[in-house]
């Protein structure tokens, strides 16, 4: 295992998303205008609920956000924009013009890709890329595959993945089938990754990836090439939605 990943064994789903928070508070602390990179999903959203809580000043950072699904405008309640209005862009004083997006409801994905890396290039690295993991050890919407994709592009979601998030819709069907992703090269290049882990399940599959070696068919397996990284993790299932 790569010596410069530190593994932090929390207590519960509500010691994680404390350690989280007080992680990422101290890094916006010491330098206001970080870039962070931001997840969704089920495992961070204890973390932003105790983030907006703590009377931060994110007037000068940025945020970015690892993925969009196609097809979901941004007022859509489905949609991860959505999400993250809700759950914690609206209760800071973040910018609206520092908030970095992909748009799902983009006429050219293909070029709205373009248009993101070019953001993400323009503000230079990550200070913090926060991640969650997939049952199937995906990052961001980057699914195990052949290969590695370094840039944002439209992603195909595996049968797990759409299963998995069906939780967040009414039906399993409503699930897009696609989405837009931040590819893997903004992620390993960020300049701390905290990755945050919840669940037996996740929690014995990342055990496996970090044994190695490092392979597409587990995207989470690439963290163990960057160097810095530490991972909160708990057995425990969380109940934070």
């Known amino acids: 295992m790569n010596k410069y990943i530190k593994q932090i064994d929390c207590a519960d789903y509500q010691a994680l998303s404390e350690q989280a928070a007080q992680f990422t508070a101290g890094l916006l602390k010491a330098k206001p205008d970080a870039r962070l990179g931001l997840p969704t999903g089920g495992t961070p959203t204890g973390m932003y609920k105790r983030l907006k809580s703590m009377d931060l000043d994110f007037s000068k950072c940025h945020t970015f956000n690892l993925d969009e699904y196609i097809g979901l405008p941004a007022a859509d ?3 991860y924009r959505f999400f993250m209005q809700s759950r914690l862009f609206n209760h800071i004083n973040l910018p609206a013009e520092n908030i970095h997006f992909l748009n799902g409801a ?6 709205e890709c373009e248009r993101y890396d070019g953001e993400l290039y323009r503000h230079g690295p990550l200070s913090l890329q926060i991640l969650g ?3 199937n050890g995906h990052i961001g919407f980057n699914e195990p595959s052949d290969s590695f994709i370094p840039q944002s592009h439209i992603q195909p979601l595996s049968a797990s993945t759409i299963k998995a998030n069906s939780r967040f819709f009414k039906e399993e069907k409503e699930v897009p089938r696609h989405a837009l992703t931040m590819g893997m090269a903004p992620i390993m290049q960020a300049q701390k990754i905290l990755l945050l882990i919840c669940g037996e399940e996740k929690c014995a599959l990342l055990e496996s990836a970090l044994e190695g070696p490092v392979t597409p068919r587990l995207p989470v397996s690439l963290l163990l090439l960057h160097p810095d990284v530490t991972i909160l993790k708990c057995a425990k299932s969380q109940n934070a939605l």
């Open 106 to 111: 983009a006429k050219e994905p293909e070029k």
């Open 77 to 79: 309640e489905r949609s």
């Open 133 to 135: 993991m997939g049952f």
